[in-house]
């Protein structure tokens, strides 16, 4: 099956300006998460999807970042404006129904540097 | 709330040495528990899972056995290779927090010949 993609891989802009992300998950995983990867620190939730619903964006930067699911598929996230400490890798998973016992599928990663 | 603990690293191995790598949880349900592995500029890739207290998950060679009563989730290998070298990742699920995972910060592993 056909992994999960994400775009672009890498992208560097200056401070202040905005970006955008986008993944297309697994055929059929109906929850899609965006966590952002700190360089030496592990994945940190920023939303989950649950088709095209939000389960849960508690730690989502609100005043800068949004993010979206149209029609239960595509998922983009959108940094706007950015700060130098959002520097990171951008790692979209998708999973059947929650990570629960299956686990995620992780796209490669948008590696984003803001100078 | 739920947190991982993993055994800091980097760690450095020769070829065909035994491996460990510690990981601890902390949750209040019952977690599922799992070990993700990256390599050089990929995306995590789910290396095992074990999803009750006993069970022990196995890929690769790689095993971790799921031990309630010490909250762990240790990572081993018999016998390293120089392609095992990447970052893993111990990680929970917690089944009642609508199944996102929380992850440890990660060991690097290089195993050299």
């Known amino acids: 099956e056909a992994g999960v993609a994400q775009s672009p891989r890498y992208k560097i802009i200056e401070k202040r300006q905005s970006v955008a992300f986008w993944c297309n998950p697994i055929?059929?995983?109906?929850?899609l998460y965006w966590y952002q990867q700190i360089l030496g620190q592990g994945p940190k939730l920023l939303i989950q999807?649950?088709?095209?619903?939000?389960?849960?964006d508690s730690q989502l930067p609100k005043d800068r970042f949004s993010a979206e699911r149209l029609k239960g598929v595509d998922s983009t996230l959108k940094i706007q404006p950015a700060k130098l400490e959002d520097s990171a890798v951008y790692l979209c998973?998708?999973?059947?129904?929650?990570?629960?016992?299956?686990?995620?599928?992780f796209g490669s990663g948008t590696r984003l540097t803001v100078v | 709330g739920d947190s991982v603990t993993q055994m800091e690293g980097p760690v450095t191995l020769s070829e065909e040495a035994f491996l460990t790598i510690n990981c601890t949880y902390t949750?209040?349900?019952?977690?599922?528990l799992f070990w993700y592995v990256q390599y050089p500029g990929e995306g995590l890739q789910l290396l095992l899972k074990?999803?009750?207290?006993?069970d022990k998950g196995s890929n690769k060679g790689f095993e971790a056995t799921y031990r309630k009563e010490t909250t762990s989730f240790h990572l081993e290998k018999g016998s390293v290779q120089v392609s095992d070298s990447a970052v893993y990742f111990c990680?929970?699920?917690?089944?009642?927090?609508?199944?996102?995972?929380?992850f440890g910060d990660g060991t690097t592993l290089t195993v050299k010949p």
């Open positions: 998973a998708s999973s059947l129904e929650g990570a629960k016992g299956y686990g995620y599928t």
């Open positions: 055929s059929g995983h109906a929850t």
């Open positions: 999807f649950q088709n095209n619903g939000v389960v849960d």
């Open positions: 949750a209040t349900g019952y977690p599922s």
């Open positions: 074990a999803t009750k207290a006993d």
């Open positions: 990680a929970l699920s917690d089944r009642g927090n609508a199944g996102k995972s929380t």
